[in-house]
DNA sequence: CTAGGGTTAG
């Protein structure tokens, strides 16, 4: 009879196609005729809730077995680590442990490896401690998974020294230290090892090549790494998923997309198309090849509930322009209920804050976290942009302090996101601040700290900072010197702006570029040295833009030179002839020499090509030209024909609540009519109020109450240049207030 | 128990 029962009980579990289902009656079984002492039979069940992930009758079990053996313990642990639960293996690793049993060289290759899923170093050490005092540590299949747990574990030193004492060392150990070095970015040492393998008679395998190219490409060296996908290939391995997904990103970043293409074709040739990697990597590379077409053909194909995949196709949309559309196919996701990662809302808010949609950004973000979808830190430096682009000063502290709780502080990143969201916020001091307690700095951070000063016009300070830079070794690029040529400009340092400007290449080997000519000509021409401004329009390298011509042009205004105004001029109104500000410009030259028939000649030509149709555009004309006639001094020869030419626009300009008289700006205005005016004209507006405010006898004191939608940019840029004034704005929910050249925000909502 | 490699966000 209990042999029967026995025999029935095991048969029924030890069969192939043992279920939970059996191994529940089992369970009964055993209960019912007291088969617990059973070991064989016990394990047998064990082993088969472990497979179905049982945990509670596994503890049942355990708890309820006469005594559970190191074999018993054993299954458990394969069985937890074969699938990959890996908390579950160390909770009866140390289970076993504390049951007095001593681990085998069976079990530890197990318990090791879940401490390496776990990235666990501590429990790691642990269980290499106990390997040791078992004699253990020897053993050539322990001493291989310790040196995988301490590469998983970024102690590529320690799996170094173990790896060396390690005999005979197959491909596979090879391959993970390969993929080891190659992870942490040390691919110089990873190409040493592929090398050594190879002299050790040991061949690379497929994996040793992917784990090459893969580091390769994870340390931006693309170029190497499609040559030693090329390499492999022409070994004849034939590359897999693995491959290809690695060397996907490295043709993507090149733009190469005839590579690219054939890749797509090895791929569709392979069948490796279903990979979700290579999904991924391909819908990647077509988006960085700007082949938006393509990418929209292969997200076509692939399995739409795969979220690396959308992810990759969100920001591949973003990448190519079609922000509006990433945002529509984003809602669709969400609305299929697709389970959106942390990729895929830092991707979106880094799509909205670097394409003008700041407060969409904000929003994502804060749409994120009631997801319940925990922020990291790439989402951080993703997100601060947003805050500076708007000055949100607010938000943008918010979210500094949010970093700071996510222990964020050192990171390089986030820091110069920091720094330049406060410069853009006007907090120069705080920007400074955040620079200076950077406990690592790169050339991102130099350049953000140096861009704030540029933008706030401190060419002492930056100055200062660019010796500390030197003295720090850190290389100078081209956007260093950029901010450095801008603020020397700002401030009329023409001999400092002619020193960098020829150390460029001269001690740092940077060939100027177009930038850096403009601002050179920017420099010369606010001086007042216009011909010296022209001379190097004449010499340089390049054909000059919008940028150098719009430089000159403008300083010819405020110096009245007519005939390089008119050089200037005829050259914008071929590059940019939609371009209201170019005419406006032309036509105040003309109108401080008294020429006011060609002023009317430039009028009929912006009318004739529709460019009046700006609701702010004659207040905006009238405000500059009033400037200009008032920027002149009184014994100017043509100052009657100006008074009389300011009487006449009076009339039209007190519809606009400009008068002279009060030193008033939109005094008399409608509110509503001001709304009307100046939304969405926010850039325009700036550049009125700032001449305005230039104007001798019209200072610019409080505006206040005007809507702007789009540009507190603009108002930044304008106030700080602006000494001891004050200007409040309000825009769609905020309320900007500026002074010093600094802005604090307050929130409405 | 029988070891290794990959995609998408700044």
């Not at 992930?53 to 005594?67: A, G, I, K, P, Q």
């Not at 310790?146 to 320690?158: A, S």
């Not at 990759?312 to 959106?340: H, I, M, P, Y």
């Not at 008119?566 to 406006?584: H, M, T, V, W």
Request: proline share 3%.
């Amino acid at each position: 009879m209990f042999h029967n029962i026995y025999q029935t009980v095991f048969n029924c579990l030890n069969s192939t196609t043992a279920s939970l289902l059996h191994a529940r009656q089992a369970h009964a079984h055993i209960l019912k005729v007291g088969l617990f002492g059973e070991r064989q039979l016990t394990t047998r069940l064990l082993s088969l809730y472990a497979n179905n992930l049982c945990f509670t009758d596994v503890n049942l079990v355990l708890d309820s077995v006469y005594e559970p053996n190191l074999f018993s313990f054993s299954t458990l642990i394969h069985a937890f680590a074969r699938l990959n639960y890996f908390d579950h293996v160390l909770r009866i690793f140390s289970q076993m442990l504390s049951r007095g049993l001593v681990p085998d060289g069976y079990v530890l290759p197990s318990a090791i490896k879940a401490c390496t899923g776990l990235r666990a170093l501590k429990a790691g050490q642990q269980v290499h401690g106990i390997a040791s005092v078992s004699g253990l540590a020897s053993d050539s299949i322990v001493k291989s998974s310790l040196v995988h747990m301490y590469i998983k574990c970024d102690k590529i030193q320690v799996a170094q020294t173990l790896f060396d004492s390690i005999l005979d060392k197959d491909v596979v150990i090879w391959s993970a230290m390969v993929a080891g070095y190659s992870r942490l970015g040390h691919v110089h040492k990873a190409k040493e090892l592929f090398l050594e393998m190879k002299d050790k008679g040991v061949e690379p395998n497929l994996v040793s090549w992917n784990g090459m190219i893969a580091g390769f490409l994870n340390c931006g060296l693309h170029p190497e790494g499609i040559m030693f996908f090329q390499m492999m290939h022409s070994e004849g391995f034939r590359p897999d998923g693995s491959t290809i997904s690695s060397v996907l990103p490295g043709i993507g970043h090149l733009e190469d997309s005839v590579m690219g293409t054939q890749v797509h074709g090895y791929v569709i040739k392979q069948g490796l198309g279903l990979d979700k990697f290579v999904a991924s990597a391909l819908l990647d590379m077509y988006g960085k090849c700007a082949r938006a077409l393509d990418m929209s053909q292969v997200f076509d194909e692939v399995d739409q509930m795969e979220i690396g995949s959308c992810n990759a196709f969100l920001t591949g949309l973003s990448r190519n322009g079609l922000v509006d559309t990433a945002l529509v196919v984003f809602r669709q996701f969400k609305a299929q209920g697709l389970e959106l990662n942390v990729v895929t809302w830092t991707s979106m808010i880094a799509s909205c804050s670097q394409n003008g949609k700041d407060l969409e950004a904000l929003e994502l973000f804060r749409e994120m976290q009631t997801e319940g979808v925990e922020p990291n830190s790439i989402t951080i430096p993703s997100l601060i942009p947003a805050c500076g682009n708007i000055a949100a000063l607010m938000h943008g502290k918010a979210i500094h302090c949010f970093s700071l709780r996510k222990g964020y502080f050192g990171d390089i990143y986030v820091g110069s996101a920091l720094i330049d969201m406060y410069a853009k916020c006007g907090k120069i001091q705080l920007s400074r601040l955040c620079f200076d307690i950077m406990p690592t700095r790169n050339l991102v951070s130099w350049n953000a700290v140096m861009k704030g000063y540029a933008m706030h016009g401190k060419a002492n300070e930056m100055i200062e900072l660019f010796h500390m830079m030197q003295e720090s070794n850190q290389k100078p690029d081209f956007i260093t010197f950029t901010c450095i040529l801008s603020a020397c400009s700002q401030n009329g340092l023409t001999e400092e702006g002619w020193y960098y400007f020829n150390s460029m290449s001269k001690e740092h080997g940077i060939e100027p570029r177009v930038e850096h000519y403009a601002c050179m000509v920017t420099l010369l021409s606010r001086v007042g040295k216009l011909e010296e401004a022209y001379s190097i329009i004449e010499k340089m390298p390049f054909e000059p833009d919008a940028c150098i011509w719009g430089a000159l042009l403008s300083s010819c205004r405020v110096h009245h030179n007519l005939t390089l105004g008119e050089i200037a001029a005829k050259k914008l109104f071929q590059l940019e002839p939609d371009n209201p500000g170019n005419y406006i410009l032309m036509s105040n030259i003309y109108a401080s020499k008294g020429m006011w028939g060609e002023v009317n000649r430039i009028r009929d030509v912006m009318k004739n090509m529709g460019l009046r149709k700006n609701p702010g555009y004659s207040w905006i004309q009238i405000g500059l030209e009033v400037h200009t006639l008032l920027a002149g001094d009184k014994s100017h020869p043509q100052m009657n024909q100006i008074l009389e030419k300011l009487d006449k626009l009076n009339i039209e300009m007190k519809k606009f609540g400009y008068s002279p008289k009060t030193n008033s700006v939109l005094q008399d205005v409608e509110e509503q009519d001001k709304e009307q005016i100046l939304c969405g004209h926010s850039e325009k507006l700036a550049v009125v109020l700032g001449l305005l405010n230039s104007s001798p006898g019209y200072p610019l004191q409080v505006i206040k109450n005007l809507r702007i939608c789009d540009d507190c940019h603009a108002f930044i840029k304008l106030v700080s240049s602006f000494e001891g004034r004050e200007i409040s704005v309000r825009d769609t929910n905020r309320f900007h207030h500026f002074k010093d050249g600094v802005c604090s925000c307050g929130d409405y909502w």
